[in-house]
């Protein structure tokens, strides 16, 4: 069935190229969202609060909702993947179960590794290195010990969509993935410099749509939309 023609304030395209839409979701919140520690992909946990899964079933619906009342110019997801981390997984699931999808593991999509500043809060980051953590987000060459800068996370997050994007278009997969890696997606899609990809807010659970082109005029068409209260009653 022929999807409607683009909608007005779309990218501006010059041909009829069809893209591949990918719909990425920040998992659910967990304690560490809650304590604010940074939580990477060093360690597989830790897993999704009550309220995180909420959040999740809220980010379902709104999904579930692309291709069909919200989103009309953009097919229905027909694929679901996550990072391996235990969150992201739990919160595939909830979006699975929704959408009639199974969730494959991309370990391409996983967040930063944060090295030796795993679980750890800004204070005390910026307590025991002092001066690094700006430049880590603002300058995003920097590695702490035994991690990954933002730049690092860009080329493999950049390389998972490149792979999206050869395994075909006009169709939309979903991609259950993190704040850090999230916003990489996002910057790498717009061509923007790493040190500004920070500025983007992701929240839990909230969504964003990006498309990808062969040429790589890329759109984004969503940012940070909060899933909170898109549930039908």
């Given amino acids: 069935m022929a999807r409607p023609s683009r909608p007005s304030g ?11 839409t990918v719909v990425l979701v920040r ?22 609060t009550e309220h995180g899964r909420a959040q999740a079933a809220d980010a379902a619906e709104l999904v579930c909702r692309v291709g069909h009342d919200l989103w009309g110019d953009i097919p229905f997801p027909t694929e679901l ?4 981390m235990v969150r992201t997984q739990e919160t595939a699931g909830i979006i699975g179960e929704r959408l009639g999808l199974t969730a494959r593991v991309e370990e391409g999509v996983k967040e930063a590794d944060f090295g030796a500043w795993q679980g750890l809060t800004s204070e005390q980051i910026e307590a025991r290195w002092p001066g690094q953590l ?20 860009g080329v493999r997050v950049g390389a998972s969509l490149d792979a999206l994007l050869d395994a075909g278009t006009d169709r939309t997969v979903v991609v259950v993935s993190h704040a850090v890696a999230i916003r990489a997606a996002l ?19 909230s969504v964003s749509i990006i498309r990808l082109f062969h040429d790589r005029r890329h759109e984004i068409a969503v940012v940070g939309v909060p899933s909170e209260g898109w549930r039908r009653v």
């Fill in 10 to 20: 779309s990218a501006p395209r010059f041909d009829d190229a069809t893209p591949t």
């Fill in 187 to 205: 910057g790498v899609t717009m061509g923007a410099q790493p040190g500004s990809w920070s500025q983007l807010r992701v929240a839990p659970a």
């Fill in 81 to 84: 993947i996550c990072s391996p």
């Fill in 134 to 153: 700006e430049p880590w987000h603002t300058r995003a060459d920097l590695r702490p010990e035994g991690g990954e800068s933002i730049a690092d996370v």
């Fill in 27 to 48: 998992h659910g919140e967990t304690a560490m969202t809650v304590s604010r520690g940074y939580s990477g992909s060093s360690e597989p946990g830790p897993s999704l």
